[in-house]
Every structure is written in structure tokens, then in C-alpha cells.
């Protein structure tokens, strides 16, 4: 199966910027529809953004302008770009795949906290 590393979460004032990191070791990595959820305590998890095999993004309203997702193909890694960080950003982020071929995984999760 799809084997999935996420990297890049941490604690960050309001205002300020982190990025996170998907590593995915599948085979057909180049055909992977791929996004970015999120999770805050008693909240239902998100869709915060997501990018196709082509390239084609999309984005909550509510991080739009804010975060940019993208992917590097070559490295095998997804991306997302995360600016003007505000508190409601709190939550657990997760890396999801979506693979023709192998099927749906999840990442680990990373905890990003936004707070004074």
C-alpha cells in the first residue's frame, strides 16, 4: 500500500507561516489525486485543500489566499503552504491520497497550533 510521511506541524504565533510536508512512497505517484484535511476538537474533519493529477486546485473558503497547496512529482511530495496563520487554523492536519490504482490512505496527522 500507499506509505505516507507528514512533516512540517508545530506551534506558530497568529500571523505567522508554516509548511507541511506529505512524503508518498507508492508506485504511481503521478496519478494521485491528493489533499490536505483538517480536524479541530469537536469539530468534524475538513476538506482544506486539494490538488489533482493535473495540477487543478481547490480550497476552502475559508484559507483562500491564505494556503496553497501544490505538489513536486520528481520528489514525491505534496505540499501545503500555510500564511496569515490564525487561531481558528488550530487542528490536526492530515495528508490524504487517492490512488486509481492502490486505493484511499491517510497520513499520521500534525498538529498545528496557532496561538499568543
Known amino acids: 500500500q500507499v506509505q505516507i510521511v507528514e512533516s512540517g506541524g508545530g506551534l506558530v504565533q497568529p500571523g505567522g507561516s508554516l509548511r507541511l510536508s506529505c512524503a508518498a512512497s507508492?508506485?504511481?505517484?503521478?496519478?494521485?489525486?491528493m489533499g490536505w484535511y483538517r480536524q479541530a476538537p469537536g469539530k468534524q474533519r475538513e476538506l482544506v485543500a486539494a490538488i489533482t493529477r493535473g495540477g487543478a486546485t481547490n480550497y476552502a473558503e475559508s484559507v483562500k489566499g491564505r494556503f496553497t497547496i501544490s505538489r513536486d512529482n520528481a520528489a514525491k511530495t505534496l505540499y501545503l503552504q500555510m500564511n496569515n496563520l490564525e487561531p481558528e487554523d488550530t487542528a490536526v492536519y492530515y495528508c490524504?491520497?487517492?490512488?486509481?490504482?492502490?486505493?484511499?490512505?491517510w497520513g499520521q496527522g500534525a498538529q498545528v497550533t496557532v496561538s499568543s
Open positions: 507508492g508506485s504511481s505517484f503521478t496519478h494521485y489525486n
Open positions: 490524504n491520497v487517492d490512488s486509481l490504482f492502490e486505493g484511499n490512505f
